[in-house]
């Protein structure tokens, strides 16, 4: 039964299904940002003018579904501001991702349109937090409106994209995938990952790059490269331990702080 429901299911809320299946907590508060954070899209006029569209667990709508399925039902709405889930019994299931400490749940999609100023604010607050990356937080030239224009010339393209991880709501880190547009090539892409500094060392990074590979294979990729500072040992070990190979070490390409820092090129076949 749950699986001929499930297909029932608008798609748009698919998301939102995949956060509540992969929670554990009793009770789950999240606010009207958060929810539509995690589904990748807005909520309908409904979700904020009547408290009856988050009640309702019959037809012909199905959003209800994404959560119901998962064993959870509504126990409060604040209208415009938050929505209260609570569950009978607590799930047991092992094969979750979650932090041990506060239970908090991740799910792991790919960009959309509406994602884009939350895309952009999340990678300056990464910026802030590390000197790993490659661009300095004023170097920076996207705007909103250039990266929804990209990102509809890669859907066209079907070899680029950006996998956000997103934690309770919040979005915790992200992966770029940039395949090759010549022909030679399309089967090597590129990948960027950042994980924001709070939500480290929680499995984020290993989980997106999972994902990474998930959505490569999908598009006939089968070669990934990753370009790492020397000095960034974290991100090496992972990389090295989720099985990419170290090809070469460009001497001097970096410089950063008036230092010269070399840069690891590692690769994986899928």
Known sequence: MGIMMTKKMEKKYIPLANYFDVALQQEITLSFSELENIMGQALPNAAYLNRSWWKKT???LSHYLSWTNAGYYVIDVKLGTSVTFSRTQIKTTSNISKNDENQSAYIIRAIEASDARSFIHLQEDIFQQTDFMYNEKNELDLTVQQLRKDLVYWKQLKNRTILLCILNGIFAGYAVIHGYKHSK???VASVRLAVKEEHQRQGIGSELMKAVERWSKQRDIT???VSVMEHNESALNL?????FQQESIRQNAIKLND???N???LSKIL
């Open 58 to 60: 019959k037809p012909p």
């Open 185 to 187: 090539a399309k089967h």
């Open 223 to 225: 070669r990934l490269e």
């Open 239 to 243: 990389f090295k331990k989720i099985g």
């Open 259 to 261: 230092t010269y820092i």
């Open 263 to 265: 840069e690891h090129s």
